[in-house]
């Protein structure tokens, strides 16, 4: 099983930028979708981008033109790019891949924070 790792949280002001990484540690070159999601404290779990193996991309309303998701498939690696940090932003941001579009996403790593202040 693909076992996922998140790195490249901190902190950083509003306006800032991070690029946070998620390795895998298998191939992700079949893996039909990983996605980025977010959990800030007393929120519910958010998807924020996803990205198909086909490289289609899905992003959720609130970050549409600041964040930017692409995978490495050479490197084993998707990347979130995230621009124009707002305070809302913060929150602990984890990975995970689906293996079909009937399945549910699994293989949680285990999340990295991101804080952005104001």
């Known amino acids: 099983q693909v076992q996922l790792v998140e790195s490249g949280g901190g902190l950083v002001q509003a306006g800032g930028s991070l690029r946070l990484s998620c390795a895998a540690s298998g191939s992700i070159a079949s893996i039909f979708d990983v996605g980025w999601f977010r959990q800030a404290p007393g929120k519910q779990r958010e998807r924020v981008a996803s990205?198909?193996?086909?490289?289609?991309?899905n992003y959720a309303d609130s970050v549409k033109g600041r964040f930017t998701i692409s995978r490495d498939n050479a490197k084993n690696t998707v990347y979130l790019q995230m621009n124009s940090l707002k305070p809302e932003d913060t929150a602990v941001y984890y990975c995970a891949l689906r293996i079909s579009a009937f399945a549910t996403f699994g293989s949680w790593g285990q999340g990295t924070q991101v804080t952005v202040s104001s």
């Open positions: 990205i198909t193996r086909g490289s289609n991309t």
